[in-house]
C-alpha cells in the first residue's frame, strides 16, 4: 500500500543533541513538507521540497535542517539550535499542481529532556 | 502569506446533530483550493473535504458538506448526524492555485457528547 512512513513514533533526547526524524514515501509525490505542531497552534511549516535536491524555508526554520537527495525520503535534522524542540511533527507529500491534497504520516513526537 | 482562521478553538454537538465548523481566510487570489482535515486522538491526517474556488457549487462528502462563500472568504464545515467517530480536531487549509504551498488554520476540536 502507498503511503508516508515516519518512525520512530515517539523518539527521546537529551538536551544539547542533533536528532534526525525519517520520512519515507512511496507515492512517487514530487513535494514533500516537514510541519511542526503545538497546543494551539495548528501546522506550522518547517521546511518543504519541491523536488530532489532542492528545499526551501518555512516559517519555523531555524535550528533545522533537510536533506532531499532522494525523491522517497526527506529527513528531518532537530539540531541543538533549536530552542523548543518537544513537539510532534508531521511529514506530508503531495503531487504539485492543483487540487491534489497533502498525505500525512502519522507524525513523531520529539521529546526533548 | 495567505492567513487561515478558525475562530472557535473548541465546539460540542450532541450525537446525530448538526454542527457547522467556521474558517475564513485571506488572500488576493481569484483561483485557489480549500480543504478540511481531520486529526483524530490517533494524530493521523485525514483529508475529509476538498473545495475548488472556481466551482460555485458546495461541495458534499457523505454526511460531510461545505458552505463556501468567495466574496466573504468563508469556508465552513457542517456536518450532519454527527457520530462519536468524528471527534477529532478539525484544520481548514488553503492552497495556493499555482504553488506548493498549504496554510493551515489553528483548529478546532470537535466533541460528540452522546
Known amino acids: 500500500d502507498g503511503g508516508i512512513t515516519q518512525s520512530p513514533k515517539y523518539l527521546f533526547r537529551k538536551e544539547g543533541q542533533n536528532v534526525t526524524l525519517s520520512c519515507e514515501q512511496n507515492l512517487n509525490h514530487d513535494a514533500m513538507y516537514w510541519y511542526r505542531q503545538d497546543p494551539g497552534q495548528g501546522l506550522r511549516l518547517i521546511y518543504y521540497s519541491q523536488i530532489v535536491n532542492d528545499f526551501q524555508k518555512g516559517d519555523i526554520a531555524e535550528g533545522y535542517s533537510v536533506s532531499r537527495e532522494k525523491k522517497e525520503s526527506f529527513p528531518l535534522t532537530v539540531t541543538s539550535a533549536q530552542k523548543n524542540p518537544t513537539a510532534f511533527y508531521l511529514c506530508?507529500?503531495?503531487?504539485?499542481?492543483?487540487?491534489?491534497?497533502?498525505?500525512f504520516g502519522p507524525g513523531t513526537r520529539l521529546t526533548v529532556t | 502569506a495567505q492567513t487561515v482562521t478558525q475562530s472557535q478553538p473548541e465546539m460540542s454537538v450532541q450525537e446525530a446533530e448538526t454542527v457547522t465548523l467556521s474558517c475564513t481566510y485571506d488572500t488576493s487570489e481569484s483561483d485557489y483550493y480549500l480543504f478540511w482535515y481531520k486529526q483524530p486522538p490517533s494524530r493521523q491526517m485525514i483529508l475529509v473535504i476538498r473545495?475548488?474556488?472556481?466551482?460555485?457549487q458546495n461541495a458534499t462528502e457523505n454526511r460531510f458538506s461545505v458552505n463556501f462563500q468567495k466574496a466573504a472568504k468563508s469556508f465552513s464545515l457542517k456536518i450532519s448526524d454527527s457520530q462519536l467517530g468524528d471527534a477529532a480536531m478539525y484544520f481548514c487549509?488553503?492552497?495556493?492555485?499555482?504553488?506548493?504551498?498549504?496554510?493551515f488554520g489553528t483548529g478546532t476540536s470537535l466533541t460528540v457528547i452522546p
Open positions: 473545495q475548488e474556488a472556481y466551482k460555485q
Open positions: 487549509a488553503y492552497r495556493n492555485y499555482n504553488g506548493n504551498q498549504f496554510y
Open positions: 506530508a507529500s503531495s503531487i504539485p499542481g492543483r487540487n491534489y491534497e497533502q498525505y
